[in-house]
């Protein structure tokens, strides 16, 4: 191989945002004999298909339990949620409560939430287990996964976030006895 082509496979790994980690995989064994392949048309690639189930018990953190089903948030997506292109638009929603600099308590929120279709934590922990998955526009946001609602070891009642921080996401939870401003909004899945 030239210094060109190795400085032209060097951009176009940057390019399309490769860690050295990822470079790394992909020289050891006989991965590129199968990117070869698949340039020359004898394999083809296939997108899996990302479906979530929010029927299944998401994960609680320690001392903590699931509020159980009260009828606060009627159209919380359930059952099989597909995670595509299609999902994620118009998928962070606000309410007018927390627009124009205003805030909103999180249990006057909760209420205003229950005609939308919430996404629920499952989708979160989906997303932190593969977060090339989570749309580059979030990051700056605190995105909110209002379909599961938790009980802390005092009673308290919590939602969980993501959150970009320093260089990767990650989740945390906050009090409905808090305040909602406009970088908070809520994730919401389509219907």
């Known amino acids: ?11 176009a790994f940057e390019r399309n945002g490769w860690t050295p980690a990822e470079v790394k995989k992909l020289s050891q064994g006989d991965m590129l004999a199968t990117v070869r392949r698949v340039l020359l048309g004898d394999v083809e690639i296939i997108t899996p298909e990302h479906i979530i189930d929010c029927d299944a018990k998401p994960h609680v953190p320690d001392g ?21 292109k299609e999902s994620q638009k118009n998928a ?3 309410d007018k409560g927390q627009k124009n600099g205003k805030r909103i ?46 009980r802390n070891r005092d009673g308290r009642l919590y939602v969980r976030y993501l959150l970009w921080v320093g260089d990767r996401w990650h989740w945390y939870a906050n009090w409905l006895g808090y305040d ?5 909004p809520a994730a919401v899945g389509a219907r």
């Open 180 to 184: 909602w401003r406009d970088d908070c």
């Open 64 to 84: 903590w339990s699931i509020l159980s089903d009260d009828g606060q948030l009627p159209n919380r997506v359930r059952g099989a949620f597909k995670w595509d």
């Open 105 to 150: 308590k999180g249990y006057k929120l909760r209420k205003g939430l229950a005609n939308k279709p919430v996404l629920n934590a499952n989708v979160l922990d989906y997303l932190i287990a593969k977060p090339h998955l989570i749309p580059e526009e979030w990051k700056g946001k605190a995105v909110f996964f209002w379909g599961t609602i938790y």
């Open 1 to 11: 191989m030239s210094t060109r082509q190795a400085a032209e496979l060097d951009h």
């Open 92 to 94: 962070l929603h606000r």
